[in-house]
Structures are given as C-alpha cells and as structure tokens.
C-alpha cells in the first residue's frame, strides 16, 4: 500500500523515493494494462522510453505539492495513489516529448538517460508511434486507474495537461527548431524555455494542488503556477549550463549538444555566471510566491533549490 511520505527530510532522499515510487506505480500500471497491449514491439519501445532512468523531478513536484496541502478529506491513502498515478501520466507526456526531441527531425539525439534512444534501440516508426501511444496512454490511465479523483476534477487535470502539450510544449519546440544564432535575443530563449519546459512543471505542481482539494481556490493556484513556472524557467537554464559543464556520462545525454548545433542558449547569450545568477534570482522569486500560502512543509522551496544545485 502506498502512504503519504514523511515530511522535513532531506530532499535527495525524498526524491530519489519519490522516484522509486513513481517507477514502481508506473511497472503496476503496465502490468494491470497488459491485456491490451499489443503489438509487443510498440509496447515495448513504451516501456523502454518511459521505465528508463529520468530524474521524475515533474512527478515528484505534483506529489510534493500534493503533500505540501492537506486540505481535507485527501488523507485517504487512495488520493495519495491516485495522486502517483497522476504523476505517472505526467511522466509519460514528459518521456514521449524526450523521445520526439530525440528523433532525426528533431535534434537528432542518439543517447538519452544513458542509453540509446528510442529511435536507436527500436526503429523511427516505432519511435514515434510510442510517443503518440504515450501521449494518450496518461490521459487513459487518469480517467481509467483513478479511484477518488470526482470526474470534474479528472477534467480539469486533462484541460491543464493539454494545454501544457498543445500551447506549451509543441510550440516551444517549434520555436526551439528555428532558431538561429544570428537573430536571437534573450527574450525568444525565456519565451522558448516558458513554453517548452516550464509549462509542464507549472502543470505538474497544479494538478498536485487539485487532487489535494485546491481547485476553488484561484488565488493560491495562481501564486502556485507562478512557483511553478519560475522554477520550471530555472530548470532550463541550468540544463543549458549542464550541457555545456556537465559530462556525457552524468548527464546520460550528448553533452555540448547546443554548441555542436549552433543553436543559442542562455549561456551562449549571457555567459554561465550570469545565467546562474537569472536561475538563482528565479528560484528566489519563486519561493516568494509560497510566501502567503499556507504549505504545511518545505517540500516545494527544498525542490527549487535542489534544481539550482544538480548535476544531471
Ligand atoms: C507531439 C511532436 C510532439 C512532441 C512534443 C518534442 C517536443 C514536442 C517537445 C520537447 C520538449 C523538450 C525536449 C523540452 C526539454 C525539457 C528538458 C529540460 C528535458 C530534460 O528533462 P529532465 O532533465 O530529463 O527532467 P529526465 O531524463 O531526468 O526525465
């Protein structure tokens, strides 16, 4: 049985158990679909792509905000589960844009999370048929595999994720194939970055706050999608810093894959310091937001500065 996770811990053993969490609730949700998932080499480039080792910072953040709230009647284990599965789905629309971004169209990447990528280990077919089954797969499993979330609630955390997809994500990588060096100044890369990472983020901490009894309340979601969407912005910036500073092997993705395709990024505009400086100012403004809400722990701000502080 899954229990909420205790709370004022140190934050890289709470990931990594929010991580194993997520990982294991994932492998339960394939084997209770099982029955209809064939043909097995679609399935099985599904479970490669997604059971592959990501960080599950997205998850986590939905279920830290979760836990963040106990607004009543969510202390019912059942909402914690139901909660994980959310999680899951989040990490499935996650893991199938990582492998749409990967293909040969894209940015051409035959490594991710240390192993080949999807379109490598199976063929580029199969690739993107994975990432379309992903894609509806998370929306199935949150109307599917939920036990408590009232249906109007489910809706509301489709509409968020959908429109994270459709106007965040799609978009930004649009934006992100065409830039150019030449022509690009720092607000195309915070639009991009807004759009293609951080709306995601922002999507994953308010459906946390949804299934934790939050959605009437307006104000608190806006001060939580402004947490959300700061912090995501930040996410970015170092993974841009990381591809340039980190190692093909820690990163378990082509390191110094910007500078190889010319493409502009905030340290290729502004430097590194000066882009740890914009994170950090970020995640500042973004632990501001939660100054005036009522969190019962340090979960959200301990994960925002965790982002500033990794190395992969
Ligand atoms: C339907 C065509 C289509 C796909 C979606 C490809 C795409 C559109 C969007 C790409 C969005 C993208 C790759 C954003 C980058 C975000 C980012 C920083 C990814 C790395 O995230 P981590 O570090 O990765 O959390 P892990 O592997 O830990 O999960």
Known sequence: MTTRTELNIDIEYYLNKQ????????????EASKNYCDP???????????LSPGKRIRGAFCLATFESIKENGTDDPDFFEDCLTVACSIELIHSMSLIHDDLPSMDNDDLRRGKPSCHKAFSEATAILAGDAMLSLAFF??????KKIPQYKKLKIINILSKAFSFGLVPGQIFDLSLSKKNCELKEI???????????IQASVICGAIIANLNDNEKILERLGNF?????IAFQIIDDILDITGDTKTLGKTSGKDKEQNKPTYPLIIGIENSKKMAKDLILQAKSELNNIQIESQLLPLIADYIINRVR
Do not use: C, P, Q
Not at 141 to 146: G, V
């Open 19 to 30: 991580k194993n969490l997520i990982d294991n609730h994932l492998r339960k949700l394939f």
């Open 40 to 50: 097995k080499e679609l399935w099985d480039a599904v479970r490669y792509s997604v």
């Open 141 to 146: 499993l949150i109307t599917e595999t939920t």
């Open 190 to 200: 915070e639009n991009i970055s807004k759009l293609k990472t951080a709306m995601l």
């Open 228 to 232: 959300g969407l700061k912090t995501g």
